[in-house]
């Protein structure tokens, strides 16, 4: 069978490794470097350490988490197109595949190197102790099939007592959670090259200031749910006075997940721009979060989709535009409630986000 028609059908990822790399893995390597977008995300540097980070990057949360099928092939697909910023999760239950992904990618001659690559995980609430954060990232590197991650971050600033890693949490397992303990044993990751960055995840300017007074190695990153909808204006001032990068996730408000909301997507003033523009909805949120000196994720398993969210470096927003994006009143989508509890340590989402919402 020509490779083409394996190529179209997908079939080659079905294919014994051993024997595809042997036979056909140079052939293969020409189509595919023939036929790579040629696109280049364009990449900032992280102030507490100077490294560069992609700023639109792919994300590999599907729900149910762990539901989707050839997650592993819609990763190469990703890295194929030109994607180099991958965020995963202990929760998602994606790192094996993404792990799967980057090395194949690498015997396919995608990319040269895993260097090359941006990859970030979470450590989820039910580690969140002390002790057991480096056990954990040792456990998300061993599912990755990674000697380093790029960026590891505090999933929520929410303590849960140990066990299964999952979501909707028992309100009972909830604790009071330890800022110094956790970002202790961050830091740790850090000197032990485990993770060449350490972040948060979901924190407020408050939980920020806290987490600063306590830190050695300050948080290179806090991402957080950002979008035309929820723009995140006060955080986004205070995590740049910090020398914090922010990194946006739900940029297209997470339509169909549990946590997300469907008025981005049904925003009268963004379905104007984009009609106006000739352009997607997506590729307006994606172009205005990406205005905003931020890093964004995007997640679609759909390809022509991945494309679209790639075209959009080549093209700007107008200050009319702007400015119309900026009067749509503004509200969060994800609330949190799965870790608000009058017997827990946040009892109202205003505590959980400290007003922020």
């Known amino acids: 069978m ?3 028609i394996w190529l179209q059908q997908g079939s080659i990822y079905g294919m014994k490794k051993d024997w595809f790399l042997k036979f056909w893995s140079p052939l293969y390597r020409e189509k595919i470097q023939r036929n790579m977008a040629n696109i280049t995300v364009p990449e900032t540097r992280l102030i507490t350490n100077g490294k560069a980070i992609p700023l639109l990057g792919f994300g590999t949360a599907e729900h149910p988490f762990g539901s ?3 997650v592993k092939e819609r990763l190469l697909d990703a890295i194929q197109l030109g994607y180099r910023h991958f965020d995963s999760a202990s929760l998602y239950q994606s790192e094996q595949p993404l792990g799967k992904a980057v090395a194949e990618a690498l015997e396919l001659g995608l990319i040269n190197s895993r260097e090359e690559l941006f990859i970030s995980t979470k450590l989820w609430c039910t580690d969140a102790h002390g002790n057991r ?12 099939g990674l000697e380093y991650v790029d960026l590891y971050l505090l999933h929520f ?3 849960l007592k140990a066990g299964e890693c999952k979501l909707p949490v028992l309100k009972e397992d909830l604790l009071p959670f330890d800022y110094d303990g956790v970002w202790k044993a961050m830091e740790e990751c850090h000197k032990l090259g485990l993770a060449r960055r350490i972040g948060v995840s979901n924190f407020s300017c408050k939980k920020l200031e806290k987490l600063l007074s306590v830190a050695e190695i300050p948080p290179a990153v806090n991402q957080v749910e950002m979008n035309p909808l929820w723009q995140q204006q ?3 001032e205070f995590c740049k006075e910090k020398g914090i990068h922010v990194t946006a996730y739900s940029p297209l408000g997470a339509k169909g997940s549990f946590w997300g909301t469907n008025r981005v997507m049904e925003c009268e003033v963004l379905q104007e721009i984009a009609k106006a523009k ?3 909805l997506a590729q307006i949120c994606l172009r205005w979060v990406y205005e905003q000196g931020v890093s964004v994720l995007v997640k679609s398993f759909n ?6 969210n790639l075209e959009i470096f080549d093209w700007n927003l107008s200050l009319k535009e702007l400015n119309k994006i900026r009067q749509i009143p503004q509200k969060k989508g994800f609330a949190g409630l799965e870790f608000v509890s009058q017997d827990g340590p946040y009892k109202s989402p205003e505590e959980l986000w ?3 919402i």
């Open 2 to 4: 020509p490779i083409e």
């Open 157 to 159: 600033p929410v303590a």
């Open 234 to 236: 006060k955080l986004r």
């Open 133 to 144: 954060v480096i056990p954990a990232l040792q456990r998300s590197l061993k599912n990755l």
């Open 303 to 308: 390809t022509e989709r991945m494309k679209e």
């Open 354 to 356: 400290d007003e922020e």
């Open 278 to 280: 000739g352009k997607t």
């Open 68 to 70: 989707a099928e050839n």
